[in-house]
Structures are given as structure tokens and as C-alpha cells.
């Protein structure tokens, strides 16, 4: 028996029960019940022992295990296999890791910290322990990795929504992978792939969201902001980690079975365009007047020429 078992029970007997009752249902005794109890409030959960009505569960901690958000979970395959780490260095890591040890399609790793965060273009996400959403998919579609981009914007318009869910309006999406508030970002996406020639043998999609941040490293502090900061107050974390997988699941599910199109539309609405860009490519700079994104989610940015480059993958310096 584990703690998580007897918040299980605790939870199938609406939430009261007394340590009898719970130890008849587990099988155990009621000092091992007693115990659990204890190991259960040094995580945080709060429950009472009252006289007569035995156990009551009366919070939940601040925190994205299993037993906090897939209680909270409304999806179908996204999130049914969670991990959780108080600690990592990047969940895009660790997903990945567990990619390759076969983890199915839809598993889940967050973490309340991570030492090691990444963005794009090699650059730091900032990860504070217990205040944002640092969060990775493992995705395992049928695609050609040609076809695999929309997955970025599809992700980027998830959390835009979910943003929007959890009361802040004009939520905009910086193409290919930035939400946006107010012109500040308050959210990244990093997709990662490993491919064959032909075919996708996993996407990994990571999401960072600054939730409950106040401050911020002097380098970002002027253009980031966070879901508390647009609100003015604390936001739930473990129901918007779970808002977000039921947008999310919801956007790649149409993606998916729909193909590109309703993402892109989806984008569009909310896409920062047109708009003047210097794009860092990697290989160079494309500049000129980013118009709209085209049926594969490139950038297409007119050029001082008249010319339209499409761009497919860099950032918006
Ligand atoms: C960006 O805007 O450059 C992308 C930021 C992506 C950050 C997230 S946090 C969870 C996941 N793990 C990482 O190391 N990075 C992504």
C-alpha cells in the first residue's frame, strides 16, 4: 500500500472516512492507515482528524504529481502515464529518456524545478522551483517529420486557450512557438523530434509557463510575465497544468485526424501579423515584413526585394 492508495480510498468514500473504514478497504491496519496519513501531510495534503467522522481530505498541496492533477485530468490519452520530479534538469530531457525506454504516446513528465530548463536556440528557461508549469508530451504520431511543425503552433494555441481559460484576456501567439500578454511572453514551446527519413519515431513537446513568477532574471525581467502578474493574483497550478492537457490533447487530436489546416486557422487568429521581423534562422537572417504563415505553419516574410521567403524554422530576434 501506498500513500497514493489511501488517498484513493480516502477519495472513493467522498473524501471522509474513518481510519477503520479505510483500513478495511486496503487490507491493512489501522496503524499503517495512521501512518500514510502522516507521510501524506508532510507532502502537504491537508487532512483533518476529526472525532466520529475519522479522516477528511481538505486540500490538496500546490504541487503537479500524479495524485494532485489526473484526479483532475478530463483526457482521453494525454496524461494517462505522469511522471513527476521535484527536481530535473529538463523535462524535455527526461522525456526524451523515456521515449527511447518506450514510454506510450501521451506521457507526461513535469516538474516543480529545473536546474537545467532549455529554450530554443540554446538559450536558459528560466525555472524556479514550485511557481510555473514546466511541462513535456511524449507524442508518437504517423507523420513524415516534414509534416511534424503544426505540433509547435498546435501546442502554442493550447496554452493560449488555456491562458485565456484562466481569465486573461489577448493571449497572442509570436510565431512559431511564443505566447504572449500584453507584448510580454509568458510562455515558450520547445519541440523536439528524433526521425527516420520518412517517419516521426517521437515528438517530444515541451511547454514552459511562467504561472505564479513575480520576478524575474534582470536579463528577461523587462519583456516576460506571468499568469499572476496579468491577473494580480495566485493561479491554481495543478487546474491549469490540467486546462491546458485538455486543450492540448484536444488541438493535437484535430491535428491529428484533421491534418494542419484547423491549427493554422487557429494560429492565425491569434498570430502577431503582420508584422516587421529580423528571423535568426540559424543560418542566417531573413528580414522584411512576416505577412502570414502558410498550410505547413512557415513564416512567410517579404522581402525588401518584393520577394516572399517561407521560413520554417528560427526566431523572431
Ligand atoms: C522557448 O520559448 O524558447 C521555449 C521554452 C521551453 C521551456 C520548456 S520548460 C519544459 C520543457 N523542458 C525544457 O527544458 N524546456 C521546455
Redesign the pocket.
Known amino acids: 500500500m501506498t500513500p497514493s492508495d489511501l488517498l484513493r480510498a480516502l477519495r472513493g468514500r467522498g473524501g471522509s472516512a474513518s481510519g477503520e473504514a479505510l483500513a478495511l478497504d486496503l487490507g491493512v491496519t489501522r496503524a499503517a492507515v495512521a501512518k500514510h496519513v502522516a507521510a501524506l501531510r508532510e507532502r502537504g495534503w491537508r487532512i483533518a482528524a476529526r472525532r466520529r467522522v475519522g479522516y477528511a481530505l481538505e486540500a490538496a498541496p500546490d504541487l503537479l504529481d500524479a495524485d494532485v492533477v489526473m484526479p483532475l485530468l478530463g483526457t482521453r490519452w494525454l496524461g494517462r502515464d505522469w511522471r513527476w520530479h521535484e527536481r530535473t534538469d529538463?523535462?524535455?530531457?527526461d522525456a526524451k529518456a523515456a521515449a527511447e525506454a518506450r514510454a506510450p504516446h501521451g506521457t507526461v513528465v513535469v516538474a516543480e524545478a529545473?536546474d537545467?530548463?532549455?529554450?530554443?536556440l540554446g538559450?536558459v528557461?528560466h525555472?524556479p522551483p514550485g511557481e510555473n508549469l514546466?511541462?513535456?508530451a511524449v507524442l508518437r504520431p504517423d507523420l513524415a517529420p516534414a509534416a511534424a511543425p503544426p505540433v509547435t503552433l498546435a501546442a502554442g494555441v493550447a496554452v493560449a486557450e488555456a491562458v485565456e481559460e484562466a481569465g486573461v484576456a489577448g493571449a497572442s501567439l509570436k510565431w512559431p512557438?511564443?505566447v504572449r500578454v500584453g507584448g510580454r511572453k509568458l510562455a515558450?514551446?520547445?519541440t523536439e523530434m528524433a526521425a527516420e527519413a520518412d517517419r516521426v519515431r517521437y515528438l517530444v513537446v515541451?511547454?514552459?509557463v511562467n504561472v505564479n513568477t513575480t520576478r524575474f532574471p534582470d536579463e528577461i525581467a523587462a519583456i516576460a510575465t506571468s499568469l499572476r502578474i496579468a491577473l494580480g493574483r495566485k493561479v491554481d497550478r495543478p487546474e491549469f497544468c490540467a486546462a491546458l492537457c485538455a486543450r492540448l490533447e484536444a488541438w493535437l487530436d484535430r491535428f491529428f485526424t484533421e491534418g494542419a489546416a484547423p491549427v493554422i486557422a487557429a494560429f492565425r487568429r491569434r498570430a502577431e501579423l503582420p508584422r516587421a521581423v529580423r528571423v535568426d534562422t540559424g543560418r542566417g537572417f531573413v528580414e522584411g515584413q512576416a505577412e502570414d504563415v502558410d498550410d505547413s505553419g512557415a513564416l512567410l516574410v517579404r522581402t525588401a526585394s518584393g520577394a516572399v521567403e517561407r521560413v520554417t524554422s528560427g526566431e523572431i530576434a
Not at 90 to 93: E, F, I, K, M, Q
Open positions: 529538463s523535462t524535455n530531457d529545473q537545467r530548463g532549455r529554450g530554443r538559450r528557461w525555472s514546466c511541462f513535456s512557438n511564443d515558450g514551446i520547445l515541451g511547454a514552459g
